[in-house]
Nanobody, 120 residues
């Protein structure tokens, strides 16, 4: 099970930190990814982290603004969102897969999501 938290309302230019808590063991082969889904748009890959070595991957739209990290002890992955923009408004979900792919069908476990709203 994956549970996201930390969403809310933030002003443009501000910061927000989302968390994804995983229950059940995560293995070195796993990748934890963040996706976002805005109304009227397709679900978009935001970034990912490999559980084995913490290597991170980011989409061009968030590179340099968003950062993904992991907490080894608690099996929690965080998404630090800086310099947010109104176009970052979406429901953010985390998912477990085995590769940092954009394809949503490659992920086998999903959280319910948390709403992030950026006001201008």
């Amino acid at each position: 099970q994956l549970v996201e938290s930390g969403g809310g309302l933030v002003q443009a230019g501000g910061s927000l930190r989302l968390s994804c808590a995983a229950s059940g063991r995560l293995f070195s082969s796993h990748v934890i990814s963040w996706f976002r889904h805005a109304p009227g748009k397709e679900r978009e890959f935001v970034g990912a982290i490999r559980w084995s070595n913490s290597r991170t991957y980011y989409s061009d739209s968030v590179k340099g603004r968003f950062y993904i990290s992991r907490d080894n002890a608690g099996q929690t992955v965080s998404l630090q969102m800086n310099s947010v923009k109104p176009e970052d408004t979406a429901v953010y979900s985390c998912a477990v897969g085995t590769s940092p792919t954009y394809s949503v069908t490659e992920y086998f476990r999903w959280g319910q999501g948390t709403q992030v709203t950026v006001s201008s």
